[in-house]
Nanobody, 117 residues
Framework: VQLQASGGGLVQAGGSLRLSCAAS????????MAWFRQAPGKGRIFVGQ????????HVVDSVKGRFTISRDTAKNTMYLQMNSLKPEDTADYLC???????????WGQGTLVTVSS
């Protein structure tokens, strides 16, 4: 499975962006897909995930109420809708896929989100 993230860019604080993560190579039928982010000079951190079969989602507290994860199984694509963006949301956003519950075994390249104050 190859993952391609897109949709990043420059946005003012309070604005919105929608990121996409398209899976190719074969139809994704694994356990979950997720978003991570890595701010400049910082480590990679988990943002949230979606269980592929059920659509159940979980996001971390720092983005709860602002970020929403969804998926389109027909398009093999996961989305991250980001609203009320803050400068501290500035980061490289990466998507990952888990074939099983054990680990994320597929990773895409990042898409850069820059939020100006």
């Amino acid at each position: 499975v190859q993952l391609q993230a897109s949709g990043g860019g420059l946005v003012q604080a309070g604005g919105s962006l929608r990121l996409s993560c398209a899976a190719s190579g074969r139809t994704f039928s694994g356990y979950a897909m997720a978003w991570f982010r890595q701010a400049p000079g910082k480590g990679r951190i988990f943002v949230g995930q979606i269980t592929w079969s059920s659509g159940d989602t979980h996001v971390v507290d720092s983005v709860k109420g602002r970020f929403t994860i969804s998926r389109d199984t027909a398009k093999n694509t996961m989305y991250l809708q980001m609203n009320s963006l803050k400068p501290e949301d500035t980061a490289d956003y990466l998507c990952a896929a888990a074939s099983t519950t054990k680990s994320f075994d597929y990773w895409g390249q990042g898409t850069l989100v820059t939020v100006s104050s």
